[in-house]
T-cell receptor, first 115, second 115 residues
Framework: DAGITQSPRYKITETGRQVTLMCHQT?????MFWYRQDLGHGLRLIYY???????DKGEVPDGYVVSRSKTENFPLTLESATRSQTSVYFC??????????????FGEGSRLTVL | GENVEQHPSTLSVQEGDSAVIKCTYS??????FPWYKQELGKRPQLIID?????GEKKDQRIAVTLNKTAKHFSLHITETQPEDSAVYFC??????????????FGKGTHLIIQP
């Protein structure tokens, strides 16, 4: 049971480049989330998805794009990376959304450095 | 949107002593309050949660209390052990910035267990 996996685990890129972080879950959970983790800020929600083809903004969506054509995949794209997007990105899935009070299952994280 | 404040940011206790981490939230509609533990370099994992219709919940050495009137909830760890050293995040299910249906996290508490 692979659970939820992220790739790449580590990525170094340059300002202005496009970067895509992949997230795949094998549980068929309806909800998927992208959080970024920065020292002093904790975990902040970027985007989430309640089901395939349904996505919505979180607290810090600017500069990011998501899609969800299949239930199991939820890629996050930085269209033109900036230094402020250097962070650790966590994908998570849940059978229920926050309003449904479901546990979040996190991936291992993707550490992105933008030079 | 929901705002979650967490204190202290760092907590150092002697092994065997108790540790208490406190959080406040702003959205009275929040009804689910989980706590996540994140060991160094690992993903956050749920350790305990409480729903708004319950005042206290225990699981072995950990317990969580909720005061809906005051909008605060706390994590209590008794008989602390070295493996309790980690960063702990509280969260609330109120709508985050933009009305997102995702958990809003506190900024985290770094718990250090001194031998």
């Amino acid at each position: 049971d692979a659970g939820i996996t992220q790739s790449p685990r580590y990525k170094i890129t340059e300002t202005g480049r496009q970067v895509t972080l992949m997230c795949h879950q094998t549980w068929s959970h309806s909800y998927m989330f992208w959080y970024r983790q920065d020292l002093g800020h904790g975990l902040r929600l970027i985007y989430y998805s309640a089901a395939a083809d349904i996505t919505d903004k979180g607290e810090v969506p600017d500069g990011y794009v998501v899609s969800r054509s299949k239930t199991e995949n939820f890629p996050l794209t930085l269209e033109s990376a900036t230094r402020s997007q250097t962070s650790v990105y966590f994908c998570a899935s849940s059978p229920l959304g926050a309003s449904g009070t479901g546990e979040l299952f996190f991936g291992e994280g993707s550490r992105l450095t933008v030079l | 949107g929901e705002n979650v404040e967490q204190h202290p940011s760092t907590l150092s206790v002697q092994e065997g002593d108790s540790a208490v981490i406190k959080c406040t939230y702003s959205d009275s509609a929040s009804n689910y309050f989980p706590w996540y533990k994140q060991e160094l370099g690992k993903r956050p994992q749920l350790i305990i949660d409480i729903r708004s219709n319950v005042g206290e919940k225990k699981d072995q050495r950990i317990a969580v209390t909720l005061n809906k009137t005051a909008k605060h909830f706390s994590l209590h760890i008794t008989e602390t052990q070295p493996e309790d050293s980690a960063v702990y995040f509280c969260a609330a299910s109120g709508k985050s910035g933009g009305g997102a249906d995702g958990l809003t996290f506190g900024k985290g508490t770094h718990l250090i267990i001194q031998p």
